[in-house]
């Protein structure tokens, strides 16, 4: 499979307690993007990794949140003391961005599932 | 800062009728319009996008898309249904002279009836 690959695809946890999820993006994209998805909602933009830069983040990403690409490819997305309104379907996409107005499409994972008691 | 409005929760459409999956967005520049398809327990599949050229974009499946800019709309729309089509379907815009985020609709859910 070379699409997109997130683990785990769900992640049970209780509050409090931190987590981490990984993401592996389509070999040669270099763009990488976080998205949180809640029930009955479209996803929301979290943040976006220009091979190992983080180049932007949404106001959605609190002190609790970070996320890295250390070597341009695979990324981790952490959270700290997790609260119940964390509790979402958390989306990477991967992207290859060619030029300054990239017409680039993001290709999504399945998404890790995360429930917080 | 870019918007997508789609304004009706679920679609219900018998099978071989039309399907039309109705969006319209706010965007400052000219906007760049994707379409993605999501089934239960999977990612996001993407379908077809607007950049520039002809205003009506063929995608996968069957689908196609018509971009109105007088009307600020990027409506979804399959000539025949197929129950296989039942699922959930994404509007997205992005501000291509802006920021590299996605801005997605609520979705709406398709229900093509056998």
């Known amino acids: 499979d070379t699409g997109v690959s997130q683990n785990p695809r769900h992640k049970i946890t209780k509050r409090g307690q931190n987590v981490t999820f990984r993401c592996d993006p389509i070999s040669e994209h270099n763009r990488l993007y976080w998205y949180r998805q809640t029930l009955g909602q479209g996803p929301e933009f979290l943040t976006y990794f220009q091979n190992e830069a983080q180049l932007e983040k949404s106001r959605l990403l609190s002190d609790r949140f970070s996320a890295e690409r250390p070597k341009g490819s695979f990324s981790t997305l952490e959270i700290q003391r997790t609260e119940q309104g964390d509790s979402a379907m958390y989306l990477c996409a991967s992207s290859l961005a060619q030029g300054r107005l990239a017409k680039n499409i993001q290709y999504f994972g399945a998404g890790t599932r995360l429930s917080v008691l | 800062a870019q918007s997508v409005a789609q304004p009706e929760d679920q679609v219900n459409v018998a099978e071989g009728n039309p399907l039309t999956v109705k969006c319209t967005y706010s965007?400052?520049?000219?906007?760049?319009l994707f379409w993605y398809v999501q089934y239960p327990n999977r990612g996001l599949q993407f379908l077809l996008k607007y950049i520039t050229g002809d205003n009506l974009v063929k995608g996968s499946y069957g689908f196609e898309a018509e971009f109105n800019k007088s009307q600020t709309s990027f409506h979804l729309k399959k000539p025949s249904a197929l129950v296989s089509d039942s699922a959930l379907y994404f509007c997205?815009?992005?501000?291509?002279?802006?920021?590299?985020?996605?801005?997605f609709g609520k979705g709406n859910q398709v229900v093509v009836i056998p």
């Open positions: 965007v400052s520049g000219n906007p760049y």
């Open positions: 997205a815009v992005r501000d291509p002279e802006g920021n590299n985020r996605l801005a």
